[in-house]
């Protein structure tokens, strides 16, 4: 019932910023959590953010707090991924996904219903 479609990715200069976006079809975007997730090669999935429904709990690993922003505007049925100071390991396919409404586990995949065919972000050095 969800559909999602991401963009914005790119090849970027080491140092510099993406922001990605993450539009969704469906009439009860808010209702769901949505999460960011990256595959580099060779590597596997990888959590990196994820937003409750009403926005209001954002969760991050360690590795990615101060270069990543998740947000999301209900009004537009998207979540944003905001990358700043992108570094080679940086690369990967990014995708985003919703979840039903998690009280825990919304680091794990596996906990996400629907996914995005991802957008693929290149980091030159």
């Known amino acids: 019932q969800v559909q999602l479609k991401e963009s914005g990715g790119g090849l970027v200069q080491a140092g510099g910023s993406l922001r990605l976006s993450c539009a969704a079809s469906g009439r009860t975007f808010s209702r769901y959590f949505m999460g960011w997730f990256r595959r580099a090669p060779g590597k596997e999935r990888e959590f990196v953010a994820a937003?409750?429904?009403?926005?209001?709990?954002?969760y991050y690993p360690d590795s990615m707090k101060g270069r990543r922003t998740i947000s999301r505007d209900n009004a537009k049925n998207t979540v944003y991924l905001k990358v700043n100071n992108l570094k080679p390991e940086d690369t990967a396919v990014y995708y985003c996904?919703?979840?039903?409404?998690?009280?825990?586990?919304?680091?794990?995949?596996?906990?996400?219903?629907?996914w995005g065919q991802g957008t693929q972000v290149t980091v030159s050095s």
């Open positions: 996904a919703a979840a039903p409404p998690l009280s825990s586990d919304y680091f794990a995949a596996n906990k996400y219903e629907y």
């Open positions: 937003i409750s429904g009403d926005g209001r709990s954002i």
